[in-house]
């Protein structure tokens, strides 16, 4: 072999290692550490920078009492029990030299339900100081709900909940009990405690928010309030916005549970349901929502969306759908002023964070890195581009930012072209559509 081509060869292989690399290994943030999820890769969209706070980060634990135990359903009745939730909240914080702000999330991979995938704990990096000093404010910040999937945790989307706390949000992300990682059970539990738990999170988080010497005094305005949820999580958060369950939902949750038809109230024909709204929630964002493809909303359904949604979806979404599902939900909801980002091409997994380093070590079950990635997508484009979006719909809605209204200004003929706030050529592989109520 000659000298030059021993050079070719040896240049080739380096160039094909980098590649392999993950990019969170090889990009660094200024110089000032490695690259972590949510931080801004060259061709970000404007919107996806941190914003002016320093984040402080707090897990706390709540009980609600007296709820159905529906794993436990038999011949149509089921025991209660108290259901504990663990909540993470990410707030604006005080800066202090004294604190980095650097924190290391305890995760798991794997998923307790199933043998072949035995949970692996593991830590991740994110932006964040540890129980650190609220930053007051008069009147306080809208407070920001986060609902995961069907498994997931509170942390799949700590890119977003960072950032929008470093924005001047509160915000929750819950563990739903009997759906995370660590505690899957039946299916029943999701489609019956997703909205429930959103509801009883938001109103013991306001209620913290008027109590005495606690982390939220005085942090949240309750009257404006958004919900954000992933999957099995944007199918309660659609629920908590208006949209009724449809009766073929009641019937499947009864053929599930045992006979049990708690679900009855949470659907449109419900007059019970209809009391659940919550006028202080003025946004909803939902991820790849589950649902509608599987019949959980009917037309009437759709039409009782009261609150402004912004929907994301991947074209190719095989477990949500996207033209029976997402883009029926997004044609449907003709109540309510509503927008549709497309990644096209993209399959189900656009909210999450990227997939971590420990998913990537040879021997893993596949699952454990496709539980993250994007077969089409680079899962940290994805993280900014909906950092971007969400920041520009949130700020309209919560915080009447008016000129945000411009990144949202999208035609639909525009697609691949240049859009407000993107680089040139950057908006490749994207679709947008708006639509005001009827």
């Not at 305890?106 to 593991?122: A, H, Q, T, W, Y």
């Not at 009261?306 to 599902?325: A, M, N, R």
Request: glycine share 10%.
């Amino acid at each position: 072999m000659s000298y030059k081509t021993y050079t070719q060869v040896l240049l080739f292989c380096i160039c094909s290692f980098a590649y392999l690399i993950p990019i969170s290994a090889q990009l660094k943030d200024g110089g000032a550490g490695e690259f972590l999820f949510g931080d801004a890769l060259p061709d970000a969209p404007a919107l996806a920078a941190r914003g002016e706070f320093k984040v402080g980060v707090q897990t706390i634990e709540l009980a609600n009492p007296n709820q159905l135990d529906i794993l436990n359903a038999a011949e149509g009745k089921a025991p209660t029990y108290t259901r504990s939730l663990k909540v993470e909240v990410w707030y604006p914080a005080v800066p202090t030299r004294a604190k980095e702000e650097f924190e290391e999330y305890n995760e798991v991979l794997g998923m307790s339900s199933d043998p072949k995938r035995p949970l692996i704990p593991f830590t991740f990096k994110g932006r964040a100081m540890r129980d650190a000093t609220p930053l007051k404010t008069k009147g306080g910040y809208p407070l920001i709900i986060v609902s995961h999937g069907y498994v997931g945790s509170r942390y799949i989307m700590t890119y977003l909940t960072e950032h929008l706390a470093s924005q001047g949000y509160v915000v929750a992300a819950i563990d739903h009990t009997e759906s995370t990682f660590s505690d899957a059970g039946g299916f029943a539990s999701t489609l019956l405690n997703r909205a429930k738990d959103i509801h009883f999170v938001l109103d013991r988080l306001a209620l913290f928010s008027k109590g005495r010497e606690n982390l939220l005094t005085g942090m949240v305005d309750e009257q404006n309030i958004g919900v954000i949820g992933y999957s099995m999580g944007g199918y309660g958060a659609l629920n908590v916005g208006g949209a009724g369950y449809s009766d073929f939902a009641v019937q499947f949750f009864k053929s599930i549970a045992q006979g049990n038809d708690a679900l009855q109230s949470l659907a449109a024909s419900s007059p019970a349901y209809q009391k659940t709204f919550d006028p202080r929630v003025k946004a909803i964002v939902a991820f790849a929502p589950w649902g509608m493809e599987k019949g959980a909303w009917d037309a009437e359904g759709l039409k009782g969306l009261k609150v402004p949604t912004l929907l994301v979806s991947g074209s190719q979404d095989d477990i949500s759908g996207y033209e029976k599902g997402v883009k029926a939900i997004f044609d449907g909801a003709t109540s309510t002023e509503r927008y549709l980002l497309t990644y096209l091409n993209a399959r189900h997994n656009v909210a999450g964070n990227p997939p971590p380093a420990a998913a990537l070590k040879p021997g893993l079950h596949f699952d454990e890195y496709y539980r993250y990635a994007e077969p089409a997508w680079d899962e940290y484009r994805i993280n900014n581009i909906n950092q971007h979006f969400v920041t520009a719909f949130l700020g309209m809605k919560l915080k009447k930012k008016e000129d945000y209204g411009k990144y949202l200004d999208i035609p639909v003929e525009s697609t691949g072209k240049e859009w407000e706030g993107f680089l040139p050529r950057a908006c490749t592989g994207l679709e947008f559509r708006k639509a005001m109520p009827e």
